[in-house]
């Protein structure tokens, strides 16, 4: 291959390469931030979470909270959250981004489950924090739920009204 051949190709690889860079570069910024993930482990299963609500890594606003909040119930209500399969008498983790981390979350169930933190992680949560417990009163007997909801929010402090994501899932107890 002469010199002006090879000079030549090296030209046209430069300008094909610059090409797909640019490309990279603006369909990468036409796509906005990646939306960060929550992840739920119980035993060796492994579910990622996507946002129920989320605004980009902004604080929602309360037209989009209100939104959000009526979202949460449909799902509840139509039991179409992320299911995540779970073994009876044992614990589950949540585990979350960074950009998730860099705020601060909490999550709940029956009632608080995981208090506001800047950790990557909360282990050996019970199920019980999740599955409701009913009492009969005439017999005193008493029943635990096979399934139950957990949201995680994503906010600046556990008193924060300003929230920046809401995912949700649905622990379901498999024999």
Not at 88 to 112: E, H, L, R, Y
Request: positive net charge.
């Amino acid at each position: 291959m002469s010199l002006n051949r090879a000079v030549a190709a090296l030209g046209a690889v430069a300008v094909v390469g610059a090409l797909t860079v640019g490309f990279s570069v603006a369909h990468a910024n036409s796509v906005g931030k990646p939306v960060p993930k929550v992840y739920v482990t119980s035993g060796s299963t492994w579910v990622p979470i996507s946002n129920t609500c989320y605004n980009d890594g902004k604080v929602l606003t309360s037209k989009q909270l209100a939104a959000c909040v009526a979202k949460v119930q449909k799902i509840g209500a139509a039991d179409t959250a992320t299911p995540v399969k779970v073994h009876p008498n044992t614990t589950f983790t949540i585990g979350v981004d960074k950009q998730i981390t860099d705020k601060g979350w909490s999550a709940s169930g029956t009632g608080a489950l995981v208090a506001q933190t800047t950790k990557y992680q909360a282990n050996n949560l019970p199920l019980s924090g999740v599955f409701a417990t009913n009492t009969d009163q005439s017999t005193g007997a008493t029943t635990t739920a096979d399934k139950g909801t957990v949201l995680i929010v994503e906010r600046k402090s556990a008193t924060s009204n300003d929230i920046y994501g809401v995912w949700m899932a649905t622990l379901k107890t498999v024999s």
